[in-house]
Protein backbone atom coordinates (compact mmCIF):
# COMPACT_ATOMS: atom_id res chain seq x y z
CA UNK A 1 0.00 0.00 0.00
CA UNK A 2 3.22 2.55 0.84
CA UNK A 3 4.82 4.86 -1.55
CA UNK A 4 8.05 6.28 -1.26
CA UNK A 5 7.66 9.01 1.53
CA UNK A 6 5.08 7.15 3.16
CA UNK A 7 6.85 6.21 6.38
CA UNK A 8 7.02 10.46 6.46
CA UNK A 9 3.79 10.47 5.78
CA UNK A 10 2.52 7.78 8.36
CA UNK A 11 5.26 9.65 10.81
CA UNK A 12 3.03 12.91 10.27
CA UNK A 13 -0.16 11.23 10.90
CA UNK A 14 0.84 9.69 14.01
CA UNK A 15 2.06 12.73 16.01
CA UNK A 16 -1.52 13.70 15.67
CA UNK A 17 -2.38 11.34 18.31
CA UNK A 18 -5.65 12.79 19.33
CA UNK A 19 -7.41 12.23 16.17
CA UNK A 20 -6.13 8.60 15.48
CA UNK A 21 -7.66 8.01 18.89
CA UNK A 22 -10.91 9.21 18.20
CA UNK A 23 -10.77 7.94 14.91
CA UNK A 24 -9.22 4.02 16.04
CA UNK A 25 -10.62 3.94 19.83
CA UNK A 26 -6.73 3.65 20.77
CA UNK A 27 -6.97 -0.31 20.10
CA UNK A 28 -4.66 0.08 16.69
CA UNK A 29 -2.32 2.94 18.29
CA UNK A 30 -1.85 -0.02 21.46
CA UNK A 31 -1.20 -2.78 19.16
CA UNK A 32 1.00 -0.69 16.81
CA UNK A 33 3.03 0.27 20.41
CA UNK A 34 3.05 -3.13 21.90
CA UNK A 35 5.36 -5.71 21.25
CA UNK A 36 4.19 -8.19 18.31
CA UNK A 37 2.36 -11.31 19.29
CA UNK A 38 3.05 -14.84 17.41
CA UNK A 39 -0.82 -14.71 15.44
CA UNK A 40 -1.80 -18.61 16.79
CA UNK A 41 -0.73 -21.43 14.36
CA UNK A 42 -3.58 -22.83 12.01
CA UNK A 43 -4.92 -25.67 13.29
CA UNK A 44 -3.92 -29.15 11.93
CA UNK A 45 -5.70 -29.84 8.04
CA UNK A 46 -8.02 -32.32 7.41
CA UNK A 47 -7.07 -34.27 4.23
CA UNK A 48 -8.07 -31.81 1.17
CA UNK A 49 -8.52 -32.24 -2.90
CA UNK A 50 -9.26 -29.80 -5.44
CA UNK A 51 -9.90 -29.56 -9.18
CA UNK A 52 -9.53 -25.74 -10.12
CA UNK A 53 -6.83 -23.81 -9.86
CA UNK A 54 -7.90 -19.86 -9.79
CA UNK A 55 -5.25 -17.25 -10.52
CA UNK A 56 -5.93 -14.07 -8.30
CA UNK A 57 -2.82 -12.60 -9.13
CA UNK A 58 -3.18 -9.23 -11.59
CA UNK A 59 -0.64 -9.17 -14.46
CA UNK A 60 1.72 -6.20 -13.01
CA UNK A 61 2.57 -3.35 -15.84
CA UNK A 62 4.55 -0.30 -15.22
CA UNK A 63 1.68 1.78 -14.88
CA UNK A 64 -0.68 -0.39 -12.94
CA UNK A 65 -2.28 1.54 -10.37
CA UNK A 66 -0.24 3.10 -7.42
CA UNK A 67 -1.50 3.94 -4.08
CA UNK A 68 0.57 7.22 -4.74
CA UNK A 69 -0.58 7.78 -8.12
CA UNK A 70 3.27 7.15 -9.17
CA UNK A 71 5.11 5.14 -11.06
CA UNK A 72 6.45 1.99 -9.19
CA UNK A 73 7.66 -0.35 -11.97
CA UNK A 74 9.61 -0.27 -14.45
CA UNK A 75 12.29 -2.01 -16.14
CA UNK A 76 16.17 -2.13 -17.97
CA UNK A 77 16.82 -4.47 -20.92
CA UNK A 78 19.95 -6.52 -20.27
CA UNK A 79 19.93 -8.99 -22.51
CA UNK A 80 17.66 -10.10 -25.68
CA UNK A 81 17.75 -13.59 -27.38
CA UNK A 82 18.68 -12.13 -30.91
CA UNK A 83 21.93 -10.52 -29.68
CA UNK A 84 22.64 -12.60 -26.21
CA UNK A 85 21.21 -15.39 -26.96
CA UNK A 86 18.99 -15.17 -24.14
CA UNK A 87 16.60 -12.71 -22.50
CA UNK A 88 17.12 -11.10 -19.16
CA UNK A 89 15.91 -7.65 -17.68
CA UNK A 90 16.29 -5.84 -14.15
CA UNK A 91 13.30 -5.03 -12.28
CA UNK A 92 12.94 -1.39 -10.10
CA UNK A 93 9.72 -2.11 -8.15
CA UNK A 94 8.16 -0.40 -4.64
CA UNK A 95 7.53 -4.03 -2.68
CA UNK A 96 3.78 -2.65 -2.73
CA UNK A 97 2.68 -2.62 -5.99
CA UNK A 98 0.49 -5.06 -7.92
CA UNK A 99 -1.29 -7.68 -6.26
CA UNK A 100 1.00 -7.96 -3.46
CA UNK A 101 1.72 -9.02 0.48
CA UNK A 102 1.94 -6.70 3.53
CA UNK A 103 3.96 -8.17 6.10
CA UNK A 104 3.61 -7.47 9.29
CA UNK A 105 6.87 -5.26 9.17
CA UNK A 106 5.11 -3.49 7.37
CA UNK A 107 3.34 -1.32 9.90
CA UNK A 108 4.92 -2.55 13.05
CA UNK A 109 8.72 -2.26 14.63
CA UNK A 110 9.39 -5.65 14.72
CA UNK A 111 6.73 -8.05 13.21
CA UNK A 112 7.88 -10.72 10.88
CA UNK A 113 9.18 -9.47 7.44
CA UNK A 114 7.87 -11.49 4.42
CA UNK A 115 10.52 -13.55 4.50
CA UNK A 116 9.58 -14.66 8.03
CA UNK A 117 5.83 -15.25 7.70
CA UNK A 118 6.00 -19.16 8.08
CA UNK A 119 4.78 -21.08 5.41
CA UNK A 120 1.76 -23.02 7.19
CA UNK A 121 0.28 -19.79 7.34
CA UNK A 122 0.39 -18.71 3.45
CA UNK A 123 -1.72 -21.81 2.81
CA UNK A 124 -5.08 -21.86 4.34
CA UNK A 125 -8.78 -21.90 4.14
CA UNK A 126 -10.25 -18.88 2.43
CA UNK A 127 -13.37 -17.40 2.89
CA UNK A 128 -14.52 -15.04 0.48
CA UNK A 129 -16.96 -12.00 1.35
CA UNK A 130 -19.25 -10.29 -1.25
CA UNK A 131 -19.61 -6.86 -0.26
CA UNK A 132 -20.18 -5.61 -3.99
CA UNK A 133 -23.80 -4.17 -3.73
CA UNK A 134 -22.67 -2.01 -1.44
CA UNK A 135 -19.62 -0.98 -2.71
CA UNK A 136 -21.97 -0.16 -5.90
CA UNK A 137 -23.96 2.07 -3.79
CA UNK A 138 -20.70 3.61 -1.78
CA UNK A 139 -17.33 3.62 -3.03
CA UNK A 140 -16.25 4.50 0.19
CA UNK A 141 -18.19 0.97 1.87
CA UNK A 142 -16.11 -1.22 4.20
CA UNK A 143 -16.51 -4.29 5.46
CA UNK A 144 -17.87 -4.54 8.97
CA UNK A 145 -18.41 -6.89 11.69
CA UNK A 146 -22.17 -7.54 10.48
CA UNK A 147 -20.67 -8.14 6.86
CA UNK A 148 -19.19 -11.15 8.85
CA UNK A 149 -21.83 -12.45 10.89
CA UNK A 150 -23.92 -12.41 8.03
CA UNK A 151 -21.61 -14.73 6.40
CA UNK A 152 -21.47 -16.78 9.05
CA UNK A 153 -25.17 -17.12 9.09
CA UNK A 154 -25.06 -18.20 5.36
CA UNK A 155 -22.10 -19.89 5.06
CA UNK A 156 -21.08 -21.21 8.73
CA UNK A 157 -18.38 -20.30 11.26
CA UNK A 158 -15.63 -18.99 9.75
CA UNK A 159 -12.65 -21.43 9.07
CA UNK A 160 -10.09 -21.51 11.76
CA UNK A 161 -6.86 -20.11 10.32
CA UNK A 162 -8.22 -18.81 7.71
CA UNK A 163 -7.16 -15.71 5.45
CA UNK A 164 -10.91 -13.41 4.81
CA UNK A 165 -11.00 -11.71 1.29
CA UNK A 166 -13.51 -8.55 0.26
CA UNK A 167 -14.64 -9.23 -2.38
CA UNK A 168 -15.79 -5.36 -3.55
CA UNK A 169 -15.66 -6.24 -7.43
CA UNK A 170 -13.24 -3.01 -8.03
CA UNK A 171 -10.68 -5.45 -9.83
CA UNK A 172 -13.27 -4.34 -12.73
CA UNK A 173 -11.60 -1.06 -12.58
CA UNK A 174 -7.73 -1.92 -12.43
CA UNK A 175 -7.21 -0.35 -15.76
CA UNK A 176 -9.05 2.85 -15.44
CA UNK A 177 -8.89 5.90 -12.96
CA UNK A 178 -11.58 4.66 -11.23
CA UNK A 179 -9.22 2.26 -9.24
CA UNK A 180 -7.95 5.12 -7.23
CA UNK A 181 -10.93 7.07 -8.09
CA UNK A 182 -9.07 10.11 -6.61
CA UNK A 183 -11.30 13.56 -5.88
CA UNK A 184 -10.55 17.10 -6.55
CA UNK A 185 -8.48 17.26 -3.29
CA UNK A 186 -6.56 13.82 -4.10
CA UNK A 187 -8.71 12.00 -1.33
CA UNK A 188 -9.19 8.05 -2.87
CA UNK A 189 -12.30 6.74 -2.76
CA UNK A 190 -12.39 2.67 -2.66
CA UNK A 191 -13.54 0.19 0.03
CA UNK A 192 -11.65 -1.55 2.21
CA UNK A 193 -11.55 -3.24 6.00
CA UNK A 194 -13.01 -1.22 8.69
CA UNK A 195 -10.94 -1.84 11.85
CA UNK A 196 -13.76 -3.23 13.78
CA UNK A 197 -13.92 -6.05 11.33
CA UNK A 198 -10.15 -6.85 12.00
CA UNK A 199 -10.55 -6.72 15.86
CA UNK A 200 -13.85 -9.27 15.60
CA UNK A 201 -11.42 -11.17 12.86
CA UNK A 202 -9.23 -11.10 15.56
CA UNK A 203 -9.92 -11.36 18.93
CA UNK A 204 -13.50 -13.62 18.35
CA UNK A 205 -11.85 -15.94 15.60
CA UNK A 206 -8.71 -17.25 14.52
CA UNK A 207 -7.57 -15.90 11.33
CA UNK A 208 -4.23 -15.22 10.07
CA UNK A 209 -4.52 -12.93 6.87
CA UNK A 210 -6.32 -10.53 4.96
CA UNK A 211 -6.98 -9.93 1.39
CA UNK A 212 -8.88 -7.28 -0.69
CA UNK A 213 -9.20 -6.37 -4.48
CA UNK A 214 -8.42 -3.05 -3.80
CA UNK A 215 -5.04 -0.65 -3.42
CA UNK A 216 -5.32 -0.90 0.61
CA UNK A 217 -6.50 -3.40 3.44
CA UNK A 218 -8.36 0.59 4.55
CA UNK A 219 -10.80 1.72 2.80
CA UNK A 220 -9.54 4.93 0.26
CA UNK A 221 -10.42 8.24 2.42
CA UNK A 222 -7.77 6.43 5.84
CA UNK A 223 -6.20 9.23 7.25
CA UNK A 224 -5.04 6.91 9.86
CA UNK A 225 -4.64 3.66 8.45
CA UNK A 226 -6.27 2.39 11.44
CA UNK A 227 -6.85 -1.59 9.94
CA UNK A 228 -2.91 -1.73 9.08
CA UNK A 229 -2.18 -0.63 12.45
CA UNK A 230 -4.53 -3.11 14.18
CA UNK A 231 -3.73 -6.32 12.17
CA UNK A 232 -0.06 -6.35 11.29
CA UNK A 233 1.73 -5.66 14.24
CA UNK A 234 0.07 -8.91 15.85
CA UNK A 235 2.21 -10.84 13.04
CA UNK A 236 -1.02 -11.49 10.48
CA UNK A 237 -0.22 -10.72 7.02
CA UNK A 238 -2.74 -8.95 4.23
CA UNK A 239 -2.74 -9.17 0.44
CA UNK A 240 -3.88 -6.04 -1.46
CA UNK A 241 -4.71 -5.60 -5.29
CA UNK A 242 -5.86 -9.17 -5.67
CA UNK A 243 -7.78 -10.43 -8.72
CA UNK A 244 -10.60 -12.80 -9.62
CA UNK A 245 -12.34 -13.10 -6.45
CA UNK A 246 -15.60 -13.56 -8.05
CA UNK A 247 -14.66 -17.34 -9.19
CA UNK A 248 -14.37 -18.12 -5.75
CA UNK A 249 -16.95 -19.91 -3.95
CA UNK A 250 -17.39 -18.10 -0.59
CA UNK A 251 -16.57 -20.88 1.77
CA UNK A 252 -14.37 -24.27 0.17
CA UNK A 253 -11.85 -23.18 -1.18
CA UNK A 254 -7.80 -22.95 -0.19
CA UNK A 255 -5.16 -19.73 -0.64
CA UNK A 256 -1.87 -20.13 -1.29
CA UNK A 257 -0.40 -17.03 -0.70
CA UNK A 258 2.85 -16.56 -2.79
CA UNK A 259 4.80 -13.98 -0.81
CA UNK A 260 8.28 -12.71 -1.30
CA UNK A 261 11.18 -14.30 0.76
CA UNK A 262 13.45 -12.13 0.27
CA UNK A 263 15.74 -11.17 3.23
CA UNK A 264 13.87 -8.36 5.61
CA UNK A 265 11.10 -7.24 3.28
CA UNK A 266 8.39 -5.41 4.21
CA UNK A 267 6.13 -7.40 1.53
CA UNK A 268 6.74 -7.25 -2.37
CA UNK A 269 4.57 -8.76 -4.99
CA UNK A 270 3.05 -12.15 -4.67
CA UNK A 271 1.87 -15.20 -6.65
CA UNK A 272 -1.85 -15.44 -5.24
CA UNK A 273 -3.74 -18.73 -6.24
CA UNK A 274 -7.20 -20.34 -4.95
CA UNK A 275 -7.72 -24.11 -4.96
CA UNK A 276 -11.07 -25.04 -5.26
Not at 17 to 46: E, I, K, Q, T
Not at 199 to 212: C, D
Amino acid sequence: MCVPGCQEMVRQRLLSRRNFLRAAGGAALAMAASACAPVPPPPPRAPFSFTRVIDLTHTLWPTFPTFGGGQNYTEDILAVFEQDGYNMKTWHVVEHTGTHMDAPFHFSADGWSADQVPVENLVVPLAVVDIREKAAENPDAQLTPDDLRAWEAQHGPLPEGCCVAMYSGWEEFVRTDKFRNADDQGVMHFPGFHVEAVQFLMEERNVVGIAVDTLSLDYGPSADFATHYAWLPTNRWGMENVANLGLVPPRGAYIVAGGPTIQGATGGPSRVIALV
